[in-house]
Structures are given as C-alpha cells and as structure tokens.
C-alpha cells in the first residue's frame, strides 16, 4: 500500500510498483491508511512521513498497534527530505527502514521483505 | 552685601568695643567680668547684623541686630566718658537696647513688623523705657553710689535726688517692662505656632533670645535680688546665644545649597517624585515643600501624594515657583524662603534636572523596550519566512523532482534492452534529476532545518554533529521543546560555533552542552583548538551575537590564544 499525500507521486509510484509485480492500494492520510491496513490487509506499506493530518512516524505506531488483529505489515518509511533530517526519530519508529523517495523501486523494496522475513 | 557698607560696619563694631574697652580702663577689679561680659554680648549682636545683612539682602534683620549691639554698649561707654551730659544721657538709654530687642523679635525674619498692634506694642515699649529711665534719672545723685566730686554730675538732678523715688520708679518700670514682654513673648510665640516649614525653623533662634530676654527682664526687674555676677554677668551671657544661633543657622543654611546638590546626586536612577520633594525638603529646611504636578488633561495641581494643590492661589504663607525645562511642574514653598531668593532658584533648577533626567531616562526605556520587541519581532518574522520557503521547496519543487525521478526511472526500465542509446539517455536525465534534487534538499535545510522543526534541538543537533567534518561529543540536550525562537537561536549558535571550529579552530574534538536551568537554555559549544577568536569585527560571531542579543540572550566567547574556544550562550527561556 502507497500511503502520500502527494497526487503526482502517488501515481508514478503505483505504476512503478505495478510494473514490478506489486498490486497496490492507495492511501493520501493517515487515518485513510490505518482505516485500510484493516480491511486491505498489505503484506508491505509504503508511508511518506509528511501527512496532512498525522506523520508517517505517528501512522506507523498504530499500525503496530493493530498487530493484534492480524500479521502486521513491513512498513517502509519514505520522504523527499533524508533520514537524517529526522534525527532518531526512525530508528525509534517501529517501522522496518527508510527509503528516500527519489530511490523508490520495486528492487529496493523487495531488499526490505526479504530482509523482514 | 555693599562691600562699603559691610567694611563700615566692621569698623563701627571695632571702633564700639574699641572705645567701650578704652573708657572702662583700667578695669576696676570689682566690675572686670561685667565689663568683659558687655563687650561680648554687643559684639555679638554686631556681628550677627552683618551676618544677617549679608544672608538676607531684602530683610532689615540685619540693621536691627547691629541697632541692637550699639544701644547695648553705646550708652556705657557714654558713662564712662566722665562727661555730666555724655553720663546722663548713658543713663537715660541705658536700658533701650531691650526695647530695640522687643523691635528685633517682633519683626523677625523679614525686619519688618506683621501689624498695627505690634507697631503700637513696640512704640510703647521705646516710649515707657526712656521716659522710666529719664524720671529715675532725675531722682538719682550720683552721690548715692558714693563718688561725691571724682564723678560726672547729673544734668537732670532735681535738688538733692531721692533714693526713695528712684526705687520706686525702677520697681514701676520692672512690672511694666513684665507686662511688656509677656505680650510681646505671647506675640512670638502665635508667630512660630502660625510658621510652618522653613519659617518656623527660621525663628528657633528667635526663641532663645526671646527665652534669655523674658528671663533677664523678670531676673533684673528688681523683683527679685540676685548677686551682682548673676545679674551682670551670666544673663547677659544667655543672650549670646541667640546671635550666636543665628549664626550657625546661617551657616547651615550656607551648606544647603551644598546639599541640594547632594541631595539630587544621592538619588537613586528612578527615583519616584516623592523621593525627590523628600530630598529637597530636608536639604531645604522646609518640611512643607510640595512638588505638584499639572493634572494630565486638567487645569490642577496634584502634589507628589495625590493632593490637590492651588498653584494659582497657594495657601497663606505659600509661595509657587515654575520648574524650569517642565511645563508641568512647580514648587510650593513656605514663603518665608523669599529671603532666600538664590536657594529657591537652585532648588527649583535642581529639581528641574532630577524631573529632566528621569524623564529622558523613561524616554530611552521605553525606546529601548521597543527596540528590543521590535528587533525580536523581525527576527521571528524572518524564522517564520525561512520555514514557510522550506516547506514550499519540500511540498513542490522537490516533490516534482521526486516524481520526475521516479518517472525517469520507470522510462529507463522500458527503454532497457529495447534501445540502448535512449536507455543511456534516461540514466543521464535521471542522474541529473536526482542531482538537483540533493542541491534543492541543501538549499532547502540552509534555509531552514526541516529537523528542528520536526525534531526539536535533539535532532537537530545530532544532525549537525553527524554533518561535522570534526569529532563532537554531546554532552546534554534537554529533550523537550522550546519556543521556536529560542531553539532556532539554540540551533544556530551550534550550527555557527561548529563550522567555526570546522574552519578556523584546527580542533581534534569538539563538547556540545546544552542546558536547561531555571528561566534560561545555556548553549555551550567547546574545542581544543588554537582559540584566538574573537566576537567583534566583522566575524560570523557577531552576527551569532546579535542573533543570541535578538531573544534577550548574552553570547560570551572565551578563546584565549592557544587554549581552546569557549562558546556560551545564555537564552531567557520561559
């Protein structure tokens, strides 16, 4: 699941990921993206950190939250800033990795499934 | 003072003891201490009137006391000239000096006298002592005090005399004399009852000499019999203390122009109003001095506590001067002060400076809290602008070249192994794309880091550190957030001070610390390097210091040559 705000990205994106194997669902909040983790149930989520109405860190707690209801979903934070523009704030998050937006890939994110399993 | 009038004045004073000296000699052993006792006591009243004179230009003060001093020794040396008509006539006025002393009580401090009444009360008691002392005369032959032809004969003697009338008349005129000087005691006493303020200090020697001359008429009236030293000796004494009163208040008088100086220089920097009317009360001598103020938007006066004042139309007895360089301030004062013309317009430029000072210095306050809201505000505005650019940059160019990216990325994967040209071309186009977007992401965070904002200084400095070609350590960063002012402030001294060590220090390490103490965030930044630098000039420190200066912060650089470079800043932080 691709989770951003952002349209243009969101698109470019899919295609990418689409072309890559994925099948893909699609998310532009947070709460948009907790509310269908619960019914799209994906194996990966792709989550930008900038949201319009909670960040990707605050989205990625509750989906990790929510593990209980089922298996939780390899989240990959993403953003057009670096890493290290969040301080320790990923490496505090539950989320598996980051991956800066304009290295997005389908290779790359395998790298991450296959490292989380 | 007339220079000629004050030289003539001290030569008839001379001259007077001179001659009173000159015709008791030799002293007749039996009389000596008498005789000193006079001398003193004229001599005294003399140089009170030039005293007096000089004090108080506008007062005729200083005429009576020096009428006063002849009147007392005049007539003595007249007798003891050994002349028939020179000796009857010393005995004739030989008690007017009293009478002139009534005149002097009376018309104390301006020598001018308040009423008919006293006018009348002291025309009696010139007319009743000579013509007492003229009757007694006449009944007194010399012979009685037992110098039949050795003495001066009595002109006014009528036959043979009479021991018998002359003690009748000195008890008639000792009862008078009482009666007189109760009235006029009672008089000088309503006077300093009805004085307040600088007037009533102004009578304390007054009040001796009324004191000492009430017990000289009731001691020497012939009501009661005290040994001749007593009489003529130790009274006339007690009367030495009301020229000489007068004279140390004189001088006291002379040193409060000296404290009013004191007096203003000895108040503290914002002193109220009240303070100063209190400081220029007691250099003045008047307790009743009011400083009073125009009403904003009214017509009247409040003084210092909140009283109305008349400056128009002052109370009885008050006098109102304006203060100079203040439209809204005058001095009410007690208006025996006029004598005192010079005083009162030292007071009022005095007062005038104290209102002038702390007026200005309220002014440049009040400017420099302006200032400094002013030069905070602009400095907020700024930070929000560099965070507004930043965040436009992240929410649009930057997302463009994201997708840009990602769709060049896509065009390459087609092209691949299909046209190997176009696929070289589009790695090309997408090196590129990714290379602007690292530029636009460094321009972006030397706009504003996008990691405080997040983070707050935590991150914030950790990501500097990270970046720093130098070793740091951090020592402490407290882990909540401040207001944004103060932690952009935080930022860049630490941001500014590691590029510094970067640049110039040549440091093999660096300390970050950063500490909350009460009301303040203390930034300290460390190296061992060679130190040297400094915070004035045109260096990247003052700037930081102006930075640090612009939330109320103090930036202190310690870089002793060779020793290291100390950093601190000290942030008011709520």
Redesign the interface.
Known sequence: MIVDD?D??RS??R??LE?AGFTVAEAGTGAEATEAARTVRPGLVLLDI?LPDFDGFEVARRLAAAAAEGPAPVVVLTS???A??????IAASPAAGFLP??Q??GAALRAFLTRDR | MNRWLRAALIAGAITAVGLFVWTSWPPNSQYALVEISFAIVGLSFMVAGIVAWQRWPASRLGLLFTIVGYLYLVPYILVNLANPVAWTIGNVTEGVSGAALVHLGLAWPTGRLRSRFECGVVVADYVQNIAFNTAATMFWNPAFSGCNASCPANVLLIGDGSRSAWNTLNTIEGLVGLVITGVVLTLIVRHWRSARGWSRRAMIPLLWIGAAVGAEEILTGNLFHFSATVTYVLLPLVLLAGPALFVISTVQARTAAGALGTAIVDLEPGASPGRLRDALARALGDSTLQLAFRQPGGSGHLDTSGQAVDADRPDNGRTVVPIAGSDEAVLVYDEGLELEPQLIKLTAAAAGMALEHARLQAEVQAQLEQVRASRARIVEAGDAERRRLERDLHDGAQQRLVTLSLALGMARDRAAGADPELEALITSAGKEAREALTELRELARGIHPAVLTETGLTGAVQALVERSPVAVTITAVPDERFPAAVEATAYFVVSEALANVAKHAMAGGARVTIRRQPGRLVVEVSDDGAGGARAEGGSGLRGLADRVASVGGVLRVDSPPGGGTRLEADLPCP
């Not at chain 1, 290290?84 to 704030?89: N, V």
Request: charged fraction near 25%.
């Open positions: 952002h243009g990205v470019f994106a295609g990418m072309a900038g057009t800033r670096e290290r523009d969040y301080g320790g704030q937006k304009d997005l890939s």
